[in-house]
């Protein structure tokens, strides 16, 4: 579960770029994040991942306290939340079987449940019969589809994709969202940050707007109500 | 740390040497040339200080006995010179043993003819352990009953203790520049290890994985490197002593020199060129890799 109440995030600069926003997304739940560049959604997530502390309020993600986190829990919480990129950010010197079992290796993983476990994630997200192949002699829906098998592999119950169709086209980016969707499905916890209207209507699932550090929107019929300029 | 990870970080501690390839010899080689002349410097020293001692053992302290005592009496004397805590060795000479060596120091030399026995005192020649203590002994050999008289050479006793002082003290200041510059040298090969993964690290630490566990391929890294360079320079260092040790003793007028055999310094110098190569390599990537982390955490 995620919980954020009445969090303020400033920067050093003066910035303030959270205004006190309260919000609670369910364990299971998909739940769009929208809003103009520069709105706060980034903050959203680099709070998420423990990248940042709030200036004051209260986030509460599985289980940990992130105005109190120790820095050594940091990488324990991380396990928790997987996160998907819109520039992918995949190892081009590994392949694709790599790059996911890389992502279980860092975390201990044994050889065993290596072996076992990253072919049942790429046969999840259709990527079984290019596990040798290299990040650049993949299209880009597949680089995204390698990037949430990485994502997805150490189990995570939550998975965080900022802007996850930005560098792909309306078809690709439809099979990336379904995908989400499908591992939705399975009980993983999804926010996804997007600007794409079509999309977010299509799922019809919550959507949260967020402009100027405040959340001016949040509706559970998949309604888009900002308008991208 | 699983088992299962040892295999894992070894083989990424390998991978990084080789990702920089010419800077991890570069590393090497310089790691070579400093331990060699920081061990080359301290087996001189070694033998320097064994030198000096030995020379140091030649500066005697003379101490006359009161010539009212008998032979039996002055021995006594010597006995109690003996239980003093900076004495080496004290020596009993009769006057008769002094006259017969006085004589012949100054043989042919007519002023010193007709010099008797009775005209010497009985005396004890006293080595000390240390050298720089003479002063404070001399006072305790005054206040030994019996004892009237004492002659000791300060000047060259403080000449030896100063040589080992400055010797001791340029050894260090060497050895730690030296160790200096291989630890800045491998932690810059470490630094361009890192910079060059720094995607990865980014990903690792997206994905969970601890500080430590994204540390310790480059402390393996830093640890192969520093241990690479310390084996080859002690290698060296053998075959460079033996070689020079051997043209030594061809020189006449380098007599006085003997150096100690390499075998006889073999477990120290292991200990020293192994200590080296580990500090100048996990202290140098540790460092670097403890500011990247703290630099990319902001």
């Not at chain 1, 706060?40 to 423990?50: A, D, F, H, V």
């Not at chain 1, 919550?206 to 900002?226: A, C, K, N």
């Not at chain 2, 006359?64 to 009993?92: H, W």
Request: glycine share 8%; with cysteine.
């Amino acid at each position: 579960m995620i919980e954020f109440k009445k969090v303020k995030k400033s920067y050093i600069e003066g910035n303030k770029a959270l205004r006190g926003i309260s919000m609670q997304i369910e364990d299971g739940e998909f739940c769009f994040l929208v809003g103009p560049s520069g709105s706060g959604k980034s903050t959203i997530i680099k709070l998420i991942t423990g990248e940042l502390k709030p200036t004051s309020g209260s986030v509460h993600v599985n289980g940990y306290s992130l105005e109190r986190i120790r820095k050594r829990e940091i990488p324990y919480l991380r396990r928790t939340v997987g996160v998907v990129f819109q520039d992918f950010r995949l190892i081009d010197n590994m392949t694709v079987y790599e790059n996911v079992a890389f992502a279980m290796r860092v975390v201990g993983a044994r050889t065993q449940e290596i072996r076992d476990r990253v072919p049942y994630v790429l046969d999840l997200v259709g990527l079984e019969t290019k596990s040798r192949r290299h990040p650049g002699e993949l299209s880009g829906g597949e680089q995204q589809r390698l990037a949430i098998a990485r994502a997805l592999v150490n189990n995570p119950s939550t998975i965080i994709a900022d802007e996850p169709t930005g560098n792909l086209d309306p078809a690709r980016s439809m099979e990336i969202m379904t995908l989400l969707q499908e591992i939705n499905n399975l009980g993983t916890t999804m926010l996804v940050v997007t600007h794409e209207q079509n999309l977010v209507e299509h799922f019809s699932n919550r959507v949260i707007t967020i402009e100027d550090g405040l959340i001016t929107s949040d509706r559970m019929d998949g309604h888009y109500v900002y308008e991208d300029q | 740390m699983k088992i299962n990870n040892i295999g894992y970080l070894l083989k990424e501690g390998v991978r990084g040497i080789f990702l920089h390839g010419f800077m991890s010899f570069a590393a090497v080689v310089v790691t070579v040339a400093c331990l060699l002349i920081v061990g080359s410097f301290s087996i001189l020293v070694y033998n320097v200080n064994i030198l000096v001692d030995r020379l140091d053992k030649t500066n005697e302290v003379m101490a006359y006995i009161d010539e009212g005592l008998s032979v039996a009496e002055a021995k006594q004397v010597q006995t109690r010179i003996n239980l003093l805590d900076n004495v080496y060795k004290a020596e009993f000479k009769t006057r008769e043993q002094a006259l017969e060596e006085f004589v012949a120091d100054h043989e042919g030399d007519s002023a010193f003819s007709g010099v008797q026995a009775e005209d010497l005192r009985h005396r004890v020649v006293v080595t000390l352990e240390d050298n720089a203590l003479m002063e404070q002994t001399v006072k305790e050999l005054y206040e030994i009953e019996g004892v009237v008289n004492i002659t000791a050479s300060y000047a060259l006793a403080e000449g030896f203790s100063t040589l080992q002082n400055v010797l001791q003290i340029a050894s260090m200041v060497i050895i730690a520049v030296l160790l200096l510059v291989s630890l800045l040298i491998i932690s810059n090969t470490v630094k361009m290890a890192m910079y060059d993964r720094k995607d990865e690290i980014a990903i690792m630490k997206m994905v969970g994985a601890t500080n430590g566990f994204i540390r310790l391929p480059f402390v393996v890294q830093g640890f192969l490197l520093g241990m690479l360079g310390a084996g080859l320079a002690f290698g060296l260092e053998w075959l460079l002593y033996d070689f020079l040790v051997a043209r030594i003793a061809e020189l006449d007028t380098l007599r006085m020199f003997q150096f100690v055999p390499f075998q006889q310094l073999l477990v120290p110098m292991v200990c020293t060129f192994g200590a080296a190569g580990l500090f100048v390599g996990v202290v140098g990537s540790w460092t670097s890799i403890r500011k990247f982390m703290n630099a990319s955490a902001k």
